[in-house]
């Protein structure tokens, strides 16, 4: 059964760290290009951070660049988000996502929360 399970998320106050994790069952994680959205009230789901898959070779919005860092560990078959510097605008819902192809898969999502 194919899952993405995400965790790590919750409240931090301004220029706090936090480090997201988002597991995957069901398939091999590196075959897969693996990205993190996010979501906040009332805004559409955007991409914050990506990675190819052999390469590894990443990506950023302009936004987190500099603060955020993906990477991912194939042994665990988990992608993680570390996220430094917050502010209170990287407030939402964080989706991690991994396709290849016509194939895509979601995770639940994890809230972070940056206020003081």
């Known amino acids: 059964q194919v899952q993405l399970v995400e965790s790590g998320g919750g409240l931090v106050q301004p220029g706090g760290s936090l480090k997201l994790s988002c597991a995957a069952s069901?398939?091999?994680?590196?075959?897969?290009?693996s990205r993190w959205y996010r979501q906040a009230p009332g805004k559409e789901r955007e991409l914050v951070a990506s990675?190819?898959?052999?390469?590894?070779?990443?990506s950023y919005a302009d936004s987190v660049k500099g603060r955020f860092t993906i990477s991912r560990d194939n042994a665990k078959n988990t992608v993680y988000l570390q996220m430094n510097s917050l502010k209170p605008e990287d407030t939402a819902v964080y989706y991690c996502?991994?396709?290849?192809?016509?194939?895509?898969?979601w995770g639940q999502g994890t809230q972070v929360t940056v206020s003081s």
């Open positions: 996502n991994a396709q290849s192809g016509t194939r895509r898969y």
């Open positions: 069901g398939f091999t994680f590196s075959s897969y290009y």
């Open positions: 990675m190819s898959t052999v390469s590894g070779i990443t």
